[in-house]
T-cell receptor, first 116, second 119 residues
Framework: AQSVTQLGSHVSVSEGALVLLRCNYSSSVPPYLFWYVQYPNQGLQLLLKYTSAATLVKGINGFEAEFKKSETSFHLTKPSAHMSDAAEYFCAVSGHAIQGAQKLVFGQGTRLTINP | GAVVSQHPSWVICKSGTSVKIECRSLDFQATTMFWYRQFPKQSLMLMATSNEGSKATYEQGVEKDKFLINHASLTLSTLTVTSAHPEDSSFYIC???????????????FGAGSRLTVL
């Protein structure tokens, strides 16, 4: 079974400051890990994913995440926050495939607020 | 590429009526579609997984007769909320998994979601 815990339901940073959103996972098999962003009343957009290749994964909009097996973590970072980064962020894990598809288990989400 | 269209984006209905939500993969064939439910300010909860031509697999606690899922073609899955009640009001999101025809790469793409309000 897989599970995801996102530490902090709400994170607030100043524009230009470092963004750090925390995600810890639990998986009985080698995990695939994902970060998604959701803007109000919209679906999910994939930011980046880890699929057992490089442990430091770069995504869109300047975001990156590092897979640390020893810490069972996959924290999301961005060096300099923009106002447009304000959204809800979800970490997700997939531990196996169903006929080739990925069944994702989502964390509870972190709302990122950017202060001018 | 790998676009999923979900319709309608907003729907308001009276209690006791049924509502159908469509999820279409526009430029790839979706062998598997997932349906999620999201309550305000909460995470996505998987409701069911559907494979084309097969019966959907529902997650524990999800009423099969309440939430009817059909995946009759490789580009369309539908979720029908039957005899809707106010507690069914929620944001419903689909995702589609398939293989792109041009690159052969696997894709998993989410729809934009459908907000259901039951009066």
């Amino acid at each position: 079974a897989q599970s995801v815990t996102q530490l902090g339901s709400h994170v607030s940073v100043s524009e230009g400051a470092l963004v750090l959103l925390r995600c810890n996972y639990s998986s009985s098999v080698p995990p695939y890990l994902f970060w998604y962003v959701q803007y109000p009343n919209q679906g999910l957009q994939l930011l980046l994913k880890y699929t057992s290749a490089a442990t430091l994964v770069k995504g869109i909009n300047g975001f990156e995440a590092e897979f640390k097996k020893s810490e069972t973590s996959f924290h999301l970072t961005k060096p300099s926050a923009h106002m447009s980064d304000a959204a809800e962020y979800f970490c997700a894990v997939s531990g196996h495939a169903i006929q080739g598809a990925q069944k994702l288990v989502f964390g509870q989400g972190t709302r990122l607020t950017i202060n001018p | 590429g790998a676009v999923v269209s979900q319709h309608p984006s907003w729907v308001i209905c009276k209690s006791g009526t049924s509502v159908k939500i469509e999820c279409r993969s526009l430029d790839f064939q979706a062998t598997t579609m997932f349906w999620y439910r999201q309550f305000p300010k909460q995470s996505l909860m998987l409701m069911a997984t559907s494979n084309e031509g097969s019966k959907a697999t529902y997650e524990q606690g999800v009423e099969k007769d309440k939430f009817l899922i059909n995946h009759a073609s490789l580009t369309l899955s539908t979720l029908t909320v039957t005899s809707a009640h106010p507690e069914d009001s929620s944001f419903y999101i689909c995702s589609a998994f398939g293989r792109r025809g041009d690159s052969g790469a696997n894709v998993l793409t989410f729809g934009a979601g459908s907000r259901l309000t039951v009066l």
